[in-house]
């Protein structure tokens, strides 16, 4: 199968492709229906791909289209969802969903909660969740990619994110992303709230 990796280079998911024969063709850049035509692409794989995919792109490769995002969904939607967890204290984890017209809302395909302890900063918290995400894609891919992973509609309610909405936070953040996760847990409560 030939896939699309939208997002930096990341050698272990390129790996994980590759060992199930696929041929991956990796891209940073916002991407058009024309340029994934040609190119034969069946299937395209996001994870940690700062654009928004257009709609020509979602009709032509629905259900054929997933995000790998470290959020608990549909808690922390959107930016900087590892720092959100903390500073909202919401659930914590990674998502595997299907990627639709919304941000982040598409269904559920598999995830997992994450547990931290107070040591950990919001740099070890991150290697951890992006661990997280990777080995449960390694393990969600076959049925991925053989068209049995159906999904799941998310559940009401969670949390929606811009990259904007941290400014107000970023003085708590004294070490930078080294900064202790127990010095910032609960102190930020300007979310969007969503209903669905």
Request: glycine share 8%; hydrophobic share 35%.
């Amino acid at each position: 199968m030939n896939i699309c990796l939208l997002g930096p280079n990341n050698r272990r998911i390129i790996e994980t492709l590759q060992m199930h024969g696929d041929r991956v063709w990796c891209t940073e850049e916002r991407i058009l229906l024309e340029e994934l035509e040609p190119a034969g692409i069946e299937f395209i794989v996001s994870y940690k791909y700062r654009y928004l995919i257009r709609q020509p792109i979602l009709e032509k490769f629905e259900r054929k289209l997933i995000n790998l995002h470290i959020s608990y969904l549909p808690w922390n939607r959107g930016a900087d969802p590892n720092l959100w967890s903390f500073l909202e204290d919401t659930p914590k984890g990674v998502t595997i969903h299907y990627i639709d017209s919304g941000l982040d809302t598409g269904d559920i395909i598999a995830q997992k909660m994450v547990e931290f302890s107070p040591q950990d900063t919001l740099k070890t918290s991150y290697e951890h969740l992006t661990a997280t995400i990777e080995d449960l894609f390694l393990a969600q891919w076959p049925s991925i990619r053989s068209g049995k992973a159906e999904g799941t509609v998310q559940p009401a309610g969670g949390s929606y994110h811009r990259t904007a909405d941290k400014q107000r936070f970023a003085h708590l953040l004294t070490d930078s992303w080294e900064t202790p996760i127990e010095r910032i847990l609960g102190k930020g409560q300007i979310s969007k709230t969503t209903e669905g």
